[in-house]
């Protein structure tokens, strides 16, 4: 690992994530599976997140060009990997982030199904007539339970199943707005993946450095967070990684981060260009999500306004990468896209904030929307799980 002494201010740090993630205006580009890979993955617990997200980073984007990747093209597959959280990734990332993340996720899943009550006979039964049932097709829950006329908990075993590779999570029936999967055999929808094809220790490495290219500079306690491996793993990726990366300081940060040598040249020469970045992101954005210390893109007096108690990030507004408030929308007869300020906005910028606005309430709606600023919320920590999904709820 080369140690340098550099140190880099926090706009500079922040325009230079932007680009790597997409988010200027010179870095959006036209390939779903070249941002998915950029990004580290596409946050997929929320239906609409992968939507949206894409909808802030690539040019022209219509919420048939994601099914197509994912159900027709298969270039991308959902998993249960990272924090045992359900990502999009691209289908050659998927062994590594499965075999890297197995463990934790897997025993979560376990564990679940044993609360529920499942026994492991129940599970080999049932599992076993599941994948009779699905050959050569896909099927939702719904679908699945109607068919084995069962009272076991289907959709627990169906999770275990996909967390051990059996099954895969396809698109949804319902729209972009439903997480009803069809679920599929794994091997039949996926036939030239091979889970098996990278061991541990590699796919660990794998993990982490694309985290690094992803979201570098980051922190090892950064790292291990994403990735939820331990810090001694984390370590024992590093150094394998030693001669790939490098360290910097960031101004007015305590610590010290990491970042792919590869980077470095770039970010050292890096421009800031003129004008400003405006980016309105969904919740669980992976710019948002991306990192345990957080105050390179936001005031932890606003902390609140932005993570619920669980750590789950709302709809952010974001002014050349540092949070500047939230967003909601609300599907009335006329849309509302509502807007919550942290601080005074110029006369000038406000119009080209609300000219966005417009814009992902039109995506959402598919029609004309309405604008609204709104003077104040309740911290989602005060409010019911599930808030950060709508926080600006009854403003």
Not at 20 to 25: A, D, N, P, Y
Not at 79 to 90: A, Q, S, Y
Not at 303 to 318: E, K, M, Q
Request: with cysteine.
């Amino acid at each position: 690992m080369v140690k340098d002494n550099i140190s880099i201010d926090i706009g500079t740090v922040n325009a230079f994530i932007l680009g790597k993630q997409h988010l200027t205006g010179d870095s959006r580009i036209g390939s779903i599976v070249r941002i998915t890979k950029d990004v580290g993955g596409l946050h997929a617990t929320s239906p609409t997140t992968p939507y949206l997200s894409l909808f802030a980073r690539m040019p022209g984007f219509k919420k048939d060009d994601l099914y197509n990747e994912l159900s027709i093209k298969k270039t991308l597959g959902k998993i249960r990997c990272m924090r045992k959280t359900v990502f999009i990734l691209p289908k050659k990332h998927i062994p590594a982030a499965y075999i890297a993340t197995k463990s934790q996720v897997e025993t979560n899943t376990e564990r679940f199904v044993r609360y529920v009550g499942v026994t492991p006979e129940e599970y080999h039964e049932t599992s076993n007539r599941i994948m009779l049932i699905l050959k050569g097709k896909g099927m939702t829950t719904k679908e699945i339970k109607e068919s084995l006329q069962t009272k076991v908990n289907i959709s627990a075993i169906i999770n275990l199943m996909c967390d051990r590779g059996i099954l895969v999570r396809g698109s949804s029936k319902s729209g972009w707005k439903s997480n009803a999967h069809e679920y599929h055999i794994f091997a039949e929808y996926f036939p030239d993946i091979d889970l098996g094809q990278i061991e541990l220790p590699n796919a660990k490495r794998k993990i982490v450095e694309q985290y690094i290219s992803s979201f570098g500079p980051v922190s090892e306690a950064d790292i291990a967070w994403w990735t939820g491996f331990t810090k001694k793993d984390v370590e024992q990726a590093l150094d394998v990684l030693s001669d790939r990366i490098a360290t910097i300081k960031i101004r007015d940060i305590e610590g010290t981060f990491i970042i792919l040598s590869s980077d470095m040249e770039i970010l050292n020469s890096l421009e800031l260009c003129e004008g400003h970045n405006i980016n309105f992101l969904p919740s669980l954005d992976p710019y948002i999500m991306g990192y345990k210390e957080r105050e390179r893109y936001l005031d932890y007096e606003r902390y609140y306004n932005v993570f619920d108690r669980s750590g789950n990030a709302t709809n952010t507004i974001l002014l050349d990468g540092e949070v500047i408030g939230v967003w909601d929308f609300d599907n009335q007869k006329t849309p509302l896209v509502k807007l919550l300020f942290f601080k005074k906005i110029q006369l000038t910028l406000m119009r080209k904030i609300e000219e966005k606005a417009e814009g992902i309430g039109q995506f959402i709606a598919g029609k004309e929307v309405e604008v609204k600023r709104c003077d104040s919320m309740t911290p989602l920590p005060q409010r019911t799980a599930g808030s950060h999904m709508s926080p600006l709820k009854d403003y």
